[in-house]
Every structure is written in C-alpha cells, then in structure tokens.
C-alpha cells in the first residue's frame, strides 16, 4: 500500500484553511501528533528572506551517528553508491593530549552546515567564527549559551579531531576513496559573548580554516538548502539527514525512483539495532522533512520502502503552496 501525505501536504493544508482550521482538523482526524510538521510548513510559507545554506554531497549521501559512540569507536555508514568511515582523533587540550569520538546528534550537523555554508558564501578556507557565528546560531533559533554552548564546543572539537573516508564505486566498476578532515586548524568555539557590549565580538573573532581537499570537494559538489528550513529541523537529526538528501537526490531524479526499506536503513538507519524497528522513526522523520521540503515528491510504500518523484529543488524562488510556477 502507498501512502503519499508527505507531498506538500501542511503546505496545502495551510493555503486552502488557514492554520487554525488546519489545526483542527488534524486533531478532528486524531492526528495531533502532526501539528508539529504543520508548524513547520508555516515558517517555511511565512519566510520571506529565503536565505540559503549549503552541504557538501558527500555528506548529503551518508550521515552522522545521532547518539553519543564509545570515543575509540569508528564510524561506517553506507549511502547512495558512497562509505562513509569517520575515525575519532587526538587533540592538544591545555597541553595535554585527549581523545575525542565522532561528532553526533543536531548540534554537530548544523556546525557543518555553517562551516560549509559560510566557506560557500566566501569563496574561501577560511572561516571567521565569534560574533558572526554567534549570531547564525542565534538566527537558527538556539540560544548561544549554558548546556547549548557546552555541547556547541564538545562537538566543534570532536569536528576538528576526526578524519573522513570516502569510499565509492566508478560506473567502470573500480574503487576509489578520499581522505582527509574538515578542518585543518582553528575549531575552538567560544562561550557566548554578553550581548551588553557588541564590541567585544571582535575580541572573540576567531577563524577556522577548511581541510583543502574537502573546500575543494564542498565547492565541485555542494547543494543548496534553505536555511528556514534548516533551522525548523534544527532539533531533529534524522530529519535533517532526510532533507539534505532529498536535496541531493531531487538534483538527478528524472522518473519515479524506488529505494527500498534496506536501503534506507543503510543510509539513515544508525542507532536502530533491528530494522524492523527503523520503518516507524524514519517515517516520522520523513514527514518533518518534507514539512520543510514542501516541493518535494514523495511517497511511502509500508511493504518496499519510498518512491522519490521528480520535484523542484528546495532552494529557488519560483514556488507557492505546491506551484511550481
């Protein structure tokens, strides 16, 4: 059996109702458990700056653990015809030597997505953090402080420590793989400036600067993102996993494309220990995803697994409510 409310379908709701009947009639159908996705369509249709963001496609195409591993352990995790391998790493921590495990969960993803988005934007390497990465944490909706912070910092230094492998298969059918880190030097996120003295930001303007090999790779192959819709699925990790790659994959699909229930668990499926048990979350995370992807076509077959249709891609300004005009 297919089911295909994940088309559009808050956004639709919205312009046909409003929010408020919209509203009712989901807890009318017992479905207040999907208020939350309408919320997010409506920041999507309310936001008029349609900012952009970006994501390397290498990332697009595999994904983070979402939970806290073990520090000494490795990272693997397969996607569309790619391997991710990600390695904790060593840090000098006031002059003493510390390991940190691979970044995890929101918080690290969306410290990539500005890292990279802002390397996007300034055509460079390099990457000034303090006031300017105050304030896109802050337009994202979180708050710059207390545990916030903490758990910025943690997994800033967890970024800087790792190293990546890419691994893929040539359409020649031979094997090729990249290595390498994010960053090559500088990830040390402050603690939040008081926002009393503005001025201060430049005493807290520190700089990071992109490994070479992946600046290179994020400017070949990179997709766009909104940043609204980013920052509506700030606090959910797999929905954010789902919409970069629904981003990636919408650039290519040209006819009705099956990606089956294995395959998925693959790809996103880390931190389900059965798939029996992967269908129910990712479902949900899919929903919130394309709440945020309103464009995008896509239907969910309970048996196979998800059919992606050709859609409009997330970052253009040529779309209302389900047009593509």
Not at 67 to 77: G, I, N, T, Y
Not at 124 to 150: C, D, H, P, V
Not at 213 to 235: G, M, P, S, T, Y
Not at 257 to 269: C, N
Request: a positive charge; hydrophobic letters at 40%; glycine letters at 8%.
């Amino acid at each position: 059996m297919t089911d295909s409310p994940y088309a559009g379908e808050f956004s639709r709701m919205l312009m046909d109702l409003g929010y408020e009947e919209s509203a009712n009639r989901l807890k009318q159908f017992g479905r207040s458990d999907e208020i939350p996705f309408l919320d997010i369509s409506k920041a999507l249709l309310a936001d008029e700056r349609f900012e952009m963001g970006v994501a390397y496609s290498g990332m697009c195409l595999t994904s983070l653990p979402h939970k806290k591993l073990p520090d000494d352990q490795v990272w693997k995790r397969l996607g569309h015809d790619v391997t991710l391998l990600i390695e904790p790493g060593t840090l000098l921590i006031n002059g003493a030597e510390k390991k940190f495990g691979v970044p995890y969960g929101a918080r690290a993803r969306m410290i990539l997505i500005y890292l990279m988005s802002e390397a996007y934007r300034t055509k460079s390497r390099e990457i000034r953090l303090g006031g300017s990465q105050r304030r896109w944490f802050e337009k994202m909706g979180i708050s710059f402080g207390g545990e916030t912070a903490k758990a910025i910092r943690d997994q800033s230094k967890r970024i800087s420590a790792c190293s990546l492998k890419f691994f893929w298969s040539t359409e020649e059918g031979a094997d090729g793989f990249a290595k390498g880190g994010i960053v090559s030097s500088g990830l040390m996120f402050r603690d939040q400036v008081a926002k009393a003295d503005e001025r201060q930001d430049s005493l807290f303007d520190d700089r990071v600067v992109l490994d070479p090999n992946f600046f290179e790779a994020l400017e070949a192959h990179h997709v766009k993102l909104r940043e609204e819709a980013i920052k509506q699925l700030k606090d959910r990790s797999l929905a954010l996993d789902i919409y970069v790659w629904l981003a990636y994959r919408m650039r290519r699909i040209t006819k009705d494309t099956f990606i089956s229930w294995a395959a998925l668990y693959d790809q996103f499926g880390g931190g389900v220990k059965q798939r029996k048990h992967f269908a129910l979350p990712f479902k949900n995370a899919l929903r919130a995803a394309c709440a945020a992807y309103p464009e995008a076509r896509v239907e969910v077959d309970e048996k196979a697994g998800v059919i992606l249709k050709p859609s409009p891609l997330p970052f253009h300004r040529d779309y209302v409510a389900g047009v593509s005009l």
